[in-house]
């Protein structure tokens, strides 16, 4: 990297420097407006051809003190010259509205040596002494660690155009942003009068105004002079984020109904819902609690539209009751389950892939369904679509997975074309043939037409009971044994239409890495790193949790070792009791795949409430490799 | 001919249902239990009305009285325990051609479901919603219900039911946007049928509570109002209950009550487990209020292309 190392080069308009890629992040208190930039300086990079992903900086509280350590809001924008999947590493330009968040951002390991911290210079004149001290301080100790500070006169130059510059600081680090990486400074403009729309031409001329202010100001201090070339595009591009994504999935998916009661981080999906599912001729119900959410759903379906419930742990575990009555009574519904960190309240803003037991396991008694996995923001759009489908198919609940990274993740990806076949087809009201029963299993695939209120011919009573294929109560030994190898072969049958995962990198090898879920860009840039430095490893990434993809045994034979990579509570090493095949708690992810595989997987995961670094994962294929050629020493006679 | 007129034809309707098209087997409730008679009630109406049973959807929690729906020749869920009213709300969300009919228990709607009767209540979906109240806990065998009048002695209490007992019909009288709220006793038939068919006809949430005989464990609860009339009060109003005279004439204690008044219906229902006379009739009514299923069913009917445009447009917002 070539920055400008002082002062001298301020006002010198030079070539500017490419690079392949740059993380920026914009940190401030919270209310202060850093992530409206910083989604907006996201669209502009997307808008100029660049790879994007954004992900949200959030304090836990809503509004935390001011000048907090643990309070640090923001975002974070890493973007490039090829498709961006995942948070990345270090930063490599901070803009800070004051010292203090920056601590809490260093304790996450966000930042490195030589990371670029541009730091509003008012708290150095602020009244407090306190205030003025501890700035300073900060200071040293941030060059101290390395990294390199620099302060500028942020609010001090708003409040030349503005009478409150806290509210306007953003719109002036957007086009400050927007100068250092060489964009076009229309884009931005253009953003703010979106951004703005609501809120009248003086508004959007004021913070436009401001944007030129800091795009000026940049011109004039270039002390960042950098620019990321566009990659090539060969579609249109939508930008979203996982829970837009979702959204809009349900809209393309043909889904009328979703019942939701608010929860972090899902409730965003029924904020874009409540905007504009009307428009596609969709309901929005928000129900008075979960367990009311799902019944109002599964009452939806039952009447044959299939609807979709969305919640986040906690609430999952309220409608536990429901989904195993949708398995027991096999009504097609889509839950959704953007996962945050537990158990109980847990970490409500963070990320975590706990609760992949939960809901394989979640409901008392025997009560098999089927569980995707989205690892990307498009696939949060097109996994509705196919969960819609095989909740019909299969006649029963279909669950999906994402996390709080996918849901605050922003990435431009390609804009899905609708179609026809993926909107769900009108109600059957053609009469129901009366030989055929309500349940009428077939024996090898448990599958069954079904009935549906309307349709004369087909009235039967939907019960939670055990029951037999005609519907009726039974509680004999027979009927109860054959209603859950049905509903159980139907997972069997979904298996045999499934293609076992790809292997990224070498078909086989010393370690294979296994993921599941949002962590999927982070470990495959992680394998790729690793595999540039010589390591044989590879890594395959699972969709479908429940049934399991099948070929994971052959795939997993192929490689001296496996390990299990997630965001889920593990015994680690340093920790790990003295017979780890006895006392070890593995991840729960890990505890699967060694059922399904009988393969002597390991874990590696850690629950920090944040998303998977490649540069964590990274460190943690060289452990591996170096304790295992320890270990290997070890053995030689 | 026969004094027809000229241009008479025979014109049947295409189907024509009897009391047979709604009976679903043999109902397995205790002998003398009062299940089986709003059973009854609910079939003839059916059928009085010709309802086509393919359109009708009994829904229900768990309990004994939540059998119900097995006895139905209809579509039918028998869901979760506390839960029948968001399944049923989320049925008739986008099918307001079914006719929903939901029967829940004292512990179903006023204990495990009270959470969802509030809210239920406030939707006002038109569906009828039957509370068929024992004081008790039928199904799990004698347990103290939210109904048990203080002192009852069940399993859980078996010195005595500690606390007064919830009255069902105060508490919905204080939900917001309650339109249609009435009582009836199982033992008289006549009365349940015009009760329930009032219900049926109300355009909202109808909340019908059953005082209902359980003789195996709350045996003589009902006895003192079985046995002398005069202790209930016949609520008569053209906007509510009309009764044939000849039913009416055995209840020496009439009323005029006029049920969209809120504040007499209000003392009446607290009269109901206190001092005065216990009301059978419509207690209130409203049809004006709003019902959720004017909002619940906007956009139904759109078709494929219509909805693939306009999903084309969501798109074009987050384009760049
Ligand atoms: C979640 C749950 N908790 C408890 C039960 C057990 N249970 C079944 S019915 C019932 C109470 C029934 O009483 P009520 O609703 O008054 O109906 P009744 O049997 O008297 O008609 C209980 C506690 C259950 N089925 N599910």
Same mark, same amino acid.
């Given at each position: 990297m070539s920055y400008a190392t002082d002062g001298s080069t301020a006002g010198t308009v030079g070539p500017r420097t490419q690079v392949r890629e740059q993380i920026v992040e914009i940190v401030s208190d919270s209310g202060e407006g850093a992530q409206k930039a910083g989604q907006a300086f996201g669209a502009v990079c997307a808008k100029s051809g660049c790879g994007v992903w954004t992900v949200e900086i959030i304090p836990a509280e809503i509004k935390p003190p001011a000048r907090s350590r643990a309070g640090a809001s923001g975002i974070r924008i890493r973007f490039g010259s090829k498709v961006i999947t995942n948070m990345g590493n270090e930063a490599d330009v901070v803009i800070a509205f004051n010292e203090q968040v920056l601590y809490g951002r260093i304790q996450q390991g966000a930042y490195r040596k030589g990371t670029r911290i541009f730091l509003d210079s008012k708290w150095r004149k602020d009244d407090s002494p306190q205030i003025r001290e501890a700035f300073e301080t900060a200071i040293a100790e941030f060059r101290e660690k390395g990294f390199i500070v620099q302060e500028f006169p942020l609010e001090e130059e708003c409040a030349k155009l503005i009478a409150n510059p806290r509210v306007g600081k953003n719109m002036f680090v957007l086009g400050l942003l927007t100068e250092m990486f060489g964009m076009n400074v229309e884009l931005s403009l253009a953003e703010a009068a979106f951004l703005f729309r609501r809120k009248g031409e003086e508004v959007i001329s004021r913070n436009q105004d401001l944007i030129r202010a800091g795009y000026a100001y940049g011109q004039e201090n270039a002390e960042v002079a950098l620019e990321v070339p566009p990659r090539e595009l060969l579609t249109s591009q939508i930008v979203v984020n996982g829970n837009q994504a979702l959204a809009l999935g349900i809209m393309a998916a043909g889904i009328e109904v979703v019942a939701m009661y608010p929860i972090t981080p899902a409730t965003s999906v029924s904020h874009h819902l409540g905007d504009s599912f009307f428009r596609v001729g969709g309901l929005l119900h928000q129900a008075e609690d979960e367990i009311a959410a799902i019944g109002f759903a599964v009452g939806a379906s039952y009447a044959g539209k299939t609807a979709c419930t969305i919640t986040s742990g906690p609430g999952l575990a309220l409608k536990t009751e429901f989904i195993g009555l949708a398995v027991m009574g096999e009504v097609p519904l889509v839950i959704i389950d953007v996962q945050r960190g537990g158990p109980s309240t847990g970490l409500p803003t963070k990320v975590e892939q706990g609760d992949l037991m939960a809901s394989l396991y #979640?409901? @008392? #008694?025997d009560a098999p369904k089927i569980i995707m996995a989205a690892a990307t923001i498009e696939e949060c759009f097109h996994m509705v679509i196919t969960a819609r489908k095989l909740a019909e198919a299969f006649r029963g609940p279909v669950l999906i997975l994402t996390d709080a990274n996918l849901a605050t993740g922003v990435q431009p990806i390609p804009r899905p074309e609708p179609r026809e076949e993926w909107i769900a087809p009108p109600i059957d009201s053609s009469p129901w043939d009366p030989n055929v029963t309500a349940y009428d299993w077939d024996p090898e695939t448990g599958l069954s037409p079904r009935p549906v209120p309307g349709q004369p011919g087909g009235e039967y009573v939907l019960t939670g009971l055990a029951h037999t294929g005609d519907a009726h109560v039974a509680y004999d030994p027979d009927s109860n044994q054959k209603g859950m190898e049905m509903r159980s072969r139907k997972l069997r049958a979904l298996r045999k239409t499934l293609r076992p995962p790809k292997v990224h990198g070498e078909e086989s090898g010393e370690l294979l890495v296994v993921g599941w879920g949002s962590t999927l860009g982070a470990i495959e840039e992680a394998v790729e790193a690793a595999r540039a430095e010589g390591l044989s490893v590879s890594s395959v990434h699972l969709r479908f949790v429940s049934p399991m993809e099948p070929g994971l045994k052959e795939i997993f034979e192929r490689f001296d070792r496996v390990l299990a990579i997630g965001i889920q509570y593990t015994d680690l090493d340093e920790y790990a009791p003295a017979d780890p095949t006895t006392d070890r708690r593995r991840s729960q992810f890990a505890s699967l795949l060694r059922d399904e595989t009988l393969v002597d997987v390991d874990s590696w995961s850690q629950v920090h409430g944040q998303p998977l670094s490649p540069g964590i994962i990274l460190d943690v294929i060289r452990k591996n490799f170096s304790q295992h050629s320890a270990a290997a020493g070890r053995t030689q006679p | 001919m026969f004094g027809l007129e000229e241009d008479w034809e025979l014109d049947p309707p295409a189907r024509y249902f009897t009391l047979e098209d709604y009976e679903g087997g043999v109902a397995r409730w205790c002998p003398g239990c009062g299940d089986f008679g709003v059973l009854t009630a609910v079939q003839k109406i059916c059928r009085d009305e010709q309802l086509p049973p393919e359109k009708v959807v009994a829904v229900s929690g768990i309990g004994c009285s939540s059998r119900f729906p097995h006895y139905m020749k209809t579509y039918g869920f028998h869901g979760l325990h506390g839960r029948p009213l968001p399944v049923a709300c989320g049925i008739k969300s986008r099918r307001p051609d079914l006719q929903v009919w939901v029967a829940t228990g004292d512990g179903d709607c006023c204990s495990i479901g009270a959470g969802h009767w509030i809210h239920a209540i406030r939707y006002n979906m038109d569906i009828t919603v039957m509370l068929f109240d024992n004081n008790v806990y039928g199904l799990t065998k004698n347990q103290t219900s939210p109904t048990s009048p203080q002192g009852l002695k069940t399993n859980t209490h078996p010195r005595g039911a500690w606390l007064p007992p919830l009255n069902p019909l105060q508490a919905v009288l204080g939900f917001t946007n309650c339109s249609f709220v009435a009582q009836a006793v199982d033992w008289n038939p006549p009365l349940l049928h015009a009760v329930l068919e009032a219900a049926y006809h109300h355009k909202g949430t109808s909340f019908v509570r059953i005082l209902q005989?359980? @003789? !195996?464990? !709350?045996?003589?609860?009902f006895h003192h109002l079985q046995h002398d009339p005069a202790q209930l009060l016949l609520l008569q109003h053209e906007d509510g209950l009309v009764m044939d005279e000849k039913i009416a004439r055995i209840f020496p204690n009439k009323s005029g009550h006029d049920p969209s008044n809120m504040k007499e219906a209000r003392a009446i229902a607290d009269a109901d487990g206190g001092e005065g006379a216990i009301p059978v009739g419509v207690v209130y009514r409203d049809p004006t209020r709003p019902i959720y299923d004017e909002f619940t069913t906007v956009g139904m009917g759109m078709t494929a292309d219509q909805k693939i445009e306009a999903l084309g447009q969501e798109l074009d917002r987050f384009a760049i």
């Open positions: #979640g409901a @008392p #008694g | 005989r359980c @003789p !195996t464990y !709350t045996d003589q609860v």
